[in-house]
């Protein structure tokens, strides 16, 4: 395979959610995967929905799961290409204009339902001659413009989806120019797609009907140009099955990046949801692209559960070098010689990253101990080592307050868990004793908050 050109091509009227970062993380990864490039192209020409701060807010969430484009392009800095294209079709007959009104088309699409025909344009604006054009826009009317289909079946190989067909016959000419003279959708993508030689479009089912339209577009407008390979995957819904929506915020990236959840499990998880690969935790984007195939995602909805990401954050972070996390540890003031082995000894015990403060505080700072026996410490602190201290140490000295004592279990570890840590649980105390420290672990078996 030649390297490919991949785009994710977003409409800036709003935030993305899981969904769109489902199709953007496909892109990516089969860029990352065959050593090509993904572009990022804001659909923004819909002047009046299109915001700048949703197109930051757009890069700052791919950001955030760690796809980051080669290219960045707005399609409103691109409309003279669009002009252009409109022209030449225009020119060779193929955008035709059209002065019907919705009403008047629902009422038309009635009437041919009721009739037993399909609700399909019947091309009556060619039947227009020149005066009743004038007469129509004397009257105020703007003209939209239909793309003239040709008859016949299109065919093409997804790769999910394998051999696919749709019949023209089927379609209505669709509207690329509103009556405001804006561009919808299909014009400037494929335009743009020429003009950026992209060489594969993936993107959702919903838009396999597109297809063909874009096809035939793509050919009459550069019939020499090769035409890009197409792979249509299965939507991704809510766990109930809902759809998702970037104006109802549900699933949104910002959302699910304020509660806290590793990036890495959020990429994880809406790419490998609906496809016959397990769901598991990653290291790195990279080593999810290795394990990402088109060709394993499911023809079936794709549901994703948040309650799944609970525990896929869990194990990524359980993952994690300290490499992996150093800045993100300075970012918190974890620095210092404690900061590497208080990330092993407390990366498995994480639900979320910044849980690691608590045991920060438990190795460096000020707790509130929980004494359950006051004699059975003092027995404890009479028989502490002295340092300096490795992670032998914990063994040594709860197998002497064992032989001093004859407690053993529950009885000698949790009193002990408590008073050093003020916590039921956690990391392995064999680790974050060293960390703790013989003049702190005396205070707090002596039951002050050191």
Known sequence: MTSPIVRFAPSPTGRIHIG????????????????????????????????????????????????????????SERVALYEDAADRLRRSGRLYACYETAEELEKRRKMQQARGLPPIYD??????????????????RRPHWRFMLEPGVVEWNDLIRGPAHIDCAALSDPVLIREDGSFLYTLPSVVDDIDMGITHVIRGEDHVTNTAVQLQLARALAPQAAAPIFAHHNLLVGAGGEALSKRTGSLSIASLREEGYEPLAVAALATLTGSSDNIHALRSLEELAQSFDLSHVSRNPARFDPADLETLTHRTLALYEYRDVRERLEALTIVGRKAEPLWRAARGNLARFDDILTWWRVADGEIAPIREDDSFLKDAARLLPSEPWDETTWSVWTSDIKTATGRKGKALFHPLRLALTGAESGPELAALLPLIGRARALSRLAGTSE
């Open 20 to 75: 769109n970062a489902r199709v953007a993380l496909f892109n990516f990864l089969f860029a990352v995967a065959h050593h090509g490039r993904f572009a990022l192209r804001f659909d923004d020409t819909d002047f009046a929905r299109s915001r700048e701060e949703f197109a930051r807010g757009i890069e700052s969430d791919l950001a955030w799961l760690g796809v980051v484009p080669h290219a960045v392009f707005r399609q």
């Open 123 to 140: 091309r009556a604006a060619l039947r227009l001659g020149a005066s009743d054009r004038a007469a129509l826009e004397a009257a105020g």
